[in-house]
């Protein structure tokens, strides 16, 4: 084993680390929206309460996120990430024992959230950058489709056995999976740089973006027209990830077929995110970002008219090329605007804003369903929201500040 491990490189066996890790993190994370109609009835909400969990999951995450940048930056990102995977399985298995409705809230509203920030795609993002600080699109973007696969293969299995064993049997199990898989990974495989095991082979960056202070980022136009994008890209996301099964279903779409839709999704993810990734590399983040949102401009215009169940799944198995699409850019666009040395608090300061306004998403989603009795209003409010992402996206000045650089 240790000359297979010199020969690939250590390098490799953190991005296999990463891809494990944001598998068993995202299928726990999407099994909500397979579950929301079956937990709806069983604790006697309706699915804008049930989604206002996600949403005060989302903002809780959010605001974790830019403290779990600030300490990875300052210390060690294998400790912060084992006391996350930690939180995240004690949190997601207690939710398979609750006895009512209200604590959902402080279980997965809160302690999941705290848990799922500092194990998610940001974290780990900033992990590939240190590692492959020459390739961080492409490394961020392999490791992010574990995302898609998770989304795949544990979706896909609880949607085959949900109805049989029950979403509560289903809670269990994952946070039993994320106990015994996730935890250890973390513990015997992250180191936080190179160094840490006297690593010499990973390259150096040869010519590193201008490093900016928190304060000259917090107040430059890029930033927020970072933070505008994604959040327009958050809310979109958790609007479809939590309601693409009800709406199928609303459509007469069958339970199994609805859930292997949302499974089918995180399939055309990998396609979607390794593409994002290499392009990046070559063109800088603006490209891949502005692919995906005008692909989105299109769905968001068709879905309202046909919503027959081959346009649904079409539409979910095109949105879900773009679904992590802009997952990988958010170290890319930060460090090459405003370098590396703080690249855990900026970019965690962009992802706080993808985490709010996708339980906004959610969340505004459910309200709109519950008063109307259909989801138009809803896909009319996000196809706006994507115009407005995609002039974000053409004023942020990324090839400027890269040709600065160099």
């Known amino acids: 084993m240790p000359s297979v491990l010199r020969r690939l490189g250590y390098a490799h066996v953190v991005l296999a680390t990463g891809f494990a890790m944001l598998f068993f993190s995202t299928g726990t994370r999407f099994a909500f929206g397979l579950a929301l109609v079956p937990m709806t009835e069983d604790l006697g909400l309706s699915r804008s309460a049930l989604s206002s969990a996600l949403t005060l999951f989302m903002i809780v995450s959010a605001f974790a996120m830019p403290v779990v940048g600030r300490l990875i930056d300052r210390y060690s990102i294998r400790v912060v990430m084992s006391v996350g995977a930690a939180i995240s399985a004690l949190a997601i298995g207690l939710i398979g024992s609750i006895s009512a409705g209200w604590q959902i809230f402080p279980l997965y509203g809160v302690l999941y959230a705290i848990g799922f920030a500092a194990t998610t795609v940001a974290p780990i993002s900033v992990l590939m950058s240190r590692w492959f600080p020459n390739n961080r699109g492409l490394a961020s973007s392999v490791a992010i489709t574990g995302n898609g696969t998770g989304q795949l293969v ?149 879905i309202p008219f046909v919503q027959t169940p081959v346009s649904i799944a079409a539409f979910a198995l095109i949105y879900g090329f773009t679904f992590t699409m802009t997952a990988p850019l958010t170290v890319v666009f930060a460090g090459n605007i405003f370098g590396t040395t703080r690249l855990g608090s900026v970019s965690g300061l962009i992802n706080m804003s993808h985490q709010i306004a996708g339980g906004l998403g959610a969340v505004v989603g459910a309200v709109i369903f519950d008063a109307t009795g259909s989801y138009d209003g809803a896909f009319y409010l996000m196809l706006a929201l994507t115009l407005v992402a995609a002039v974000a996206t053409h004023l942020v000045r990324e090839r400027s500040q890269l040709a600065s650089a160099t």
């Open 154 to 302: 544990i979706i896909s299995l609880l949607t085959s056995f949900l109805a049989s064993i029950g979403w509560r049997t289903a809670y269990t199990i994952l946070g039993l999976v994320n106990a015994v898989v996730v935890l250890p990974l973390v513990l015997l495989a992250i180191r936080s740089h190179p160094e840490d095991r006297g690593d010499r082979t990973t390259p150096v960056e040869s010519a590193p973006a201008p490093t900016s202070s928190l304060r000259s980022v917090l107040m430059s136009r890029d930033f927020w027209m970072l933070i505008t994008l994604f959040a327009v890209c958050g809310a979109q996301d958790f609007f479809v990830a939590t309601h693409i099964v009800a709406f199928a279903q609303d459509q007469g779409v069958s339970q199994v077929f609805a859930g292997n839709i949302l499974a089918f999704m995180g399939l055309a993810a990998l396609a979607g995110v390794l593409l994002s990734g290499a392009l990046a590399d070559r063109m800088g983040a603006s490209v891949p970002t502005m692919i995906c949102f005008v692909i989105r401009i299109g769905l968001f215009a068709f």
